[in-house]
């Protein structure tokens, strides 16, 4: 059963009773509502004025629910996962951490391979453009990619996806519609860190980012080639008239769909948040030597 996601948007007291998420409103016509523990995979802390119990917070992590937070401007800043996730947790540690410098290369340039021909796909499938030479840079990805083939690919990538803004550069804190693109990754690496956590794995220790002040490194690298699931979504809403200029309600009512959206894995289609433990699971066992590569989603091409 794929796992709901919950958006929290106004005040609200969230609390535990019955193995149940118990919803209630400061607004007297609202009645109180209740959410099996059991059916939530992510829970977003939108609002402000939310307040949450202890017993609720402890329920859903270890329900191996990812809980994030928000800020004043409604952007995920904070997750909370469980410290335990799996039942050979030490043992998996231990792999992640001995893995050597060869093997995070070749899984880095698998990974890399993956995402290209995915964003290939995006630009030959949503905007019928040729990305021939963004397949052949994905086959010529060495290990660890040190001609950095990501980068090349994504000049050509985010120029072509979005042809209205006029050089376009995917940037943090860039122009729109790269606040959407934010909002919408922020989603996607709370589903992989959880997914993650679910198989056993540190998302702290990544495969190729490595940076000192980054809580969610191995996130970041396994989400790569799940990131243009995200791209779609926001292309779609270009393209049904949305105004992105501001995170309405509705633009992120369609962007809570992330971890439902259908994807082609291991010849079988599933929700993205059961295709991240199926990667996630691969990737556990490419660091005990049980496997080789890693299982990623790969878009059929139109």
């Given at each position: ?11 609200a007291?969230?609390s ?5 998420l118990v919803v209630?409103?400061?607004d ?5 509502c ?5 059916d939530?995979?992510v829970v ?10 202890s017993?609720l917070i402890?329920?859903l ?18 997750l909370i996962?469980?410290?335990e996730?799996h ?6 540690f231990?792999d992640q ?5 060869p093997?995070?290369?070749q899984?880095?340039q698998?990974t ?8 290939a796909?995006?630009?030959q499938?949503?905007c019928?453009?040729p990305a021939?030479?963004?397949?052949a ?6 290990s660890?990619d040190p001609d950095?083939y990501?980068g090349?690919a994504a000049v ?8 209205e803004?006029?050089n376009f550069k995917?940037?943090?804190y860039?122009e ?9 990754y ?7 860190a959880?997914?993650?956590?679910g198989?056993g794995?540190l998302?702290?220790?990544?495969i190729?980012h ?9 996130a970041?690298d396994?989400?790569e080639?799940y990131?243009p ?7 779609d ?5 949305y105004?992105?200029?501001?995170l309405?309600p ?15 894995i291991?010849?079988?289609t ?5 295709a991240?433990?199926t990667?996630?699971s691969?990737?556990a066992k490419c ?6 590569k890693?299982?990623?989603?790969e878009m059929?091409?139109?």
């Amino acid at each position: 059963m794929i796992k709901r996601t919950i958006a929290f948007s106004t005040p609200a007291y969230l609390s535990l009773k019955d193995k149940q998420l118990v919803v209630k409103f400061p607004d007297d016509e609202k009645s109180p509502c209740t959410i099996p523990i059991e059916d939530i995979g992510v829970v977003l802390l939108e609002h402000r004025q939310i307040t949450i119990t202890s017993g609720l917070i402890s329920a859903l992590v270890e329900n191996n629910c990812a809980v994030v937070s928000c800020n004043e401007k409604n952007m995920p800043t904070g997750l909370i996962l469980p410290l335990e996730g799996h039942t050979l947790q030490s043992e998996r540690f231990t792999d992640q951490i001995n893995a050597s410098l060869p093997l995070k290369k070749q899984l880095w340039q698998q990974t890399i391979q993956y995402k290209i021909r995915n964003q290939a796909a995006v630009l030959q499938n949503i905007c019928e453009l040729p990305a021939t030479n963004m397949l052949a840079w994905a086959r010529d990805v060495r290990s660890g990619d040190p001609d950095n083939y990501e980068g090349r690919a994504a000049v050509y990538y985010w120029k072509n996806l979005f042809p209205e803004t006029e050089n376009f550069k995917r940037d943090r804190y860039g122009e729109t519609p790269n606040n959407v693109l934010n909002y919408g990754y922020a989603i996607l690496r709370a589903v992989i860190a959880r997914a993650l956590v679910g198989s056993g794995l540190l998302p702290t220790l990544g495969i190729h980012h490595h940076n000192k002040y980054n809580a969610y490194c191995l996130a970041d690298d396994i989400m790569e080639p799940y990131r243009p699931y995200v791209d779609i979504l926001v292309r779609d809403l270009i393209d049904d008239g949305y105004e992105l200029c501001e995170l309405t309600p509705e633009i992120k009512k369609e962007l809570w769909k992330i971890p439902a959206i259908d994807v082609n894995i291991g010849d079988k289609t599933s929700p993205l948040l059961v295709a991240a433990s199926t990667t996630t699971s691969s990737l556990a066992k490419c660091y005990s030597g049980e496997l080789r590569k890693i299982v990623y989603p790969e878009m059929p091409t139109l």
